[in-house]
């Protein structure tokens, strides 16, 4: 069986894509992947999704668009897709548990959380260094932490943490701020947030402990290494889109997004790319479900353009 789509990542992109797909009767099969709706199940409030004058939680917002595109048809599967072979019809997917076959194929496989790559910070993830101050922010009441970065990410996790611990930190190896100028207002605005720049984290102990006692930092300028009593890090510098399955087969830029033209295309007929894997400039849930209309209705018109016998085989 040759299927009409293969959308791989179940996000906002990709789930706006199955929806559209779906309700143009091309009978999507959405891979969800590993972190199954993203990053808005990483995040709670919501308040810039247009339609909900309340805001809406970003899971619910997902399970919401999941049963809107299931209605129309959309198979969505628990699996992650292991090697794809783009370079001629039909395209080919493969999991772990199967091999499929399709005319087209929608990537939103996302972004994910950039890491230091300190050996003591993979040691102790999730013993007190997270990549996710929404989810883990909680865990830290009472306490004095860490935030890693200088970009608007690290404000808004530095300005959330400040809901419960006592005292943030913001870790940062330069001497001016990334993030924007109403996101550095508002973080050198609250009085729980104290300042280090000019520093890199050279390492997070304890790791013979097994839990977060405190992290050293060197001064960029003197070298002069200094020790910050933290019981948590929030690592929050940023994101690496997930195109590794792609490397070789679809062109991508310095950074490893891939590059769309004309809409979702990419380098290779037949594959579209939607949401952050293809745009790390707004990153917005809006943004990716946008782009992933464009990429199901460029989809569906180039399969409207295939040669008949590529249609139905
Ligand atoms: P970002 O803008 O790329 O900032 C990453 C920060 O981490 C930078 O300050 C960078 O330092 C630092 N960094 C990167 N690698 C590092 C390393 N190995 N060691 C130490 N520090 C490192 O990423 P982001 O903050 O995630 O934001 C991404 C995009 O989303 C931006 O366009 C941002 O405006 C947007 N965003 C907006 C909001 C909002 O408006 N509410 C919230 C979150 C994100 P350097 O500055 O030295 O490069």
């Not at 179940?10 to 706006?16: D, I, K």
């Not at 809107?68 to 699996?79: D, N, R, T, V």
């Not at 009085?191 to 097994?210: P, Y």
């Amino acid at each position: 069986m040759i299927r009409n789509v293969i959308i791989i990542g179940s996000g906002p992109a990709g789930l706006t894509a199955a929806l559209y797909t779906a309700r143009a009767n091309m009978q999507p099969l959405v891979i969800e992947g590993l972190e199954a709706g993203g990053q808005l199940m990483l995040t709670t409030l919501v308040e810039n999704y247009p339609g909900y004058r309340e805001g809406i939680m970003g899971p619910d917002l997902i399970a919401d668009m999941r049963v809107q595109a299931e209605k129309f048809g959309a198979e969505i599967i628990q699996s992650q897709v292991t090697a794809v072979e783009l370079c001629a019809l039909p395209l080919v997917v493969r999991t772990a548990e199967a091999e499929f076959r399709a005319r087209t194929v929608i990537i939103a496989t996302g972004a994910s959380a950039r890491l230091l790559g300190l050996p003591s910070e993979r040691t102790l993830m999730g013993h007190g260094v997270s990549t996710c101050a929404t989810c883990d922010g909680y865990f830290f009441r009472g306490q004095e932490i860490a935030v890693v970065g200088g970009g608007d990410s690290a404000m808004e996790e530095a300005l959330f943490l400040t809901k419960f611990a006592t005292k943030v930190t913001v870790v940062h190896r330069r001497g001016t701020l990334r993030a924007s100028k109403i996101m550095q207002d508002k973080a050198r605005a609250n009085a729980k947030i104290e300042w280090r720049l000019n520093a890199e984290v050279d390492q997070i102990n304890d790791t013979t402990a097994g839990e977060v006692t405190s992290m050293m930092l060197r001064d960029v300028n003197t070298g002069a290494r200094t020790e910050l009593p933290v019981s948590g890090v929030f690592v929050a510098i940023g994101h690496t889109p997930n195109t590794s399955l792609f490397h070789g087969q679809i062109e991508m830029d310095a950074n490893g997004y891939l590059l769309t033209h004309d809409g979702a295309k990419t380098s290779v007929p037949g594959v579209f790319a939607c949401g952050d894997v293809q745009d790390h400039v707004y990153r917005q849930a809006i943004t990716a479900a946008g782009t992933g209309c464009m990429a199901a209705l460029d989809a569906e018109r180039y399969l409207d353009g295939l040669p008949e016998h590529l249609q139905t085989a």
